[in-house]
T-cell receptor
Framework: SAVISQKPSRDICQRGTSLTIQCQVDSQVTMMFWYRQQPGQSLTLIAT?????????ESGFVIDKFPISRPNLTFSTLTVSNMSPEDSSIYLC????????????FGSGTRLTVV | SQKIEQNSEALNIQEGKTATLTCNYTNYSPAYLQWYRQDPGRGPVFLLLIRENEKEKRKERLKVTFDTTLKQSLFHITASQPADSATYLCALDQRGKIIFGKGTRLHILP
């Protein structure tokens, strides 16, 4: 299965600033997924990133707040913009193994605290 | 509305016993269902996938059942060990996306 390197692993940021999270996969993948996991909650899908096209955002998430880049088949970034304390969460990227039937591999997550 | 519900937020099981976790869903028609393990501070780790036409799947001490009539999956860990303590998440595919339940925190007591 794929191996994902995600960074930073954690950060403490001032409100109003932006943070960019990076995910590097050790193999080429068509789709990458970005999730948020708020304290005590499950994973919520933010968007799906395809190489060469704009990301597809889920209801409640917008590109201005969470811009995503997908410059090639092994790399993606998620930016959390104009942060507020409500953005404090764990952010994770993920890729499907095969067509998803081998499960999904996740990065180790970025723990973001906004103060 | 669509829901994925996992039984009780936390489950305490004596070491050596079988732990059974439940995942119920409404208003989904998943082609397959997945189970993941998540340890504190880590991303989820894939454990098992079961397809809609499969009733049961096993992997070592793990067993998953899938009843599309009841809209339920059961996840069993036999001969449980303290190292099995973690949060277990069920997840459904929904048109190419994976939707997660909130998870069940399992504590295996020595």
């Amino acid at each position: 299965s794929a191996v994902i390197s995600q960074k930073p692993s954690r950060d403490i940021c001032q409100r109003g600033t932006s943070l960019t999270i990076q995910c590097q996969v050790d193999s080429q993948v068509t789709m990458m997924f970005w999730y948020r996991q708020q304290p005590g909650q499950s994973l919520t899908l933010i968007a799906t990133a395809n190489q060469g096209s704009e990301a597809t955002y889920e209801s409640g998430f917008v590109i201005d707040k969470f811009p995503i880049s997908r410059p090639n088949l092994t790399f993606s970034t998620l930016t959390v913009s104009n942060m507020s304390p409500e953005d404090s969460s764990i952010y994770l990227c993920s890729v499907a193994v095969g067509q998803g039937e081998g499960g999904y591999t996740f990065g180790s997550g970025t723990r973001l605290t906004v103060v | 509305s669509q829901k994925i519900e996992q039984n009780s937020e936390a489950l305490n099981i004596q070491e050596g016993k079988t732990a059974t976790l439940t995942c119920n869903y409404t208003n989904y028609s998943p082609a397959y269902l997945q189970w993941y393990r998540q340890d504190p501070g880590r991303g989820p780790v894939f454990l098992l996938l079961i397809r809609e036409n499969e009733k049961e799947k096993r992997k070592e001490r793990l067993k998953v059942t899938f009843d599309t009539t009841l809209k339920q999956s059961l996840f069993h860990i036999t001969a449980s060990q303290p190292a099995d303590s973690a949060t277990y998440l069920c997840a459904l595919d929904q048109r190419g996306k994976i939707i997660f339940g909130k998870g069940t925190r399992l504590h295996i007591l020595p």
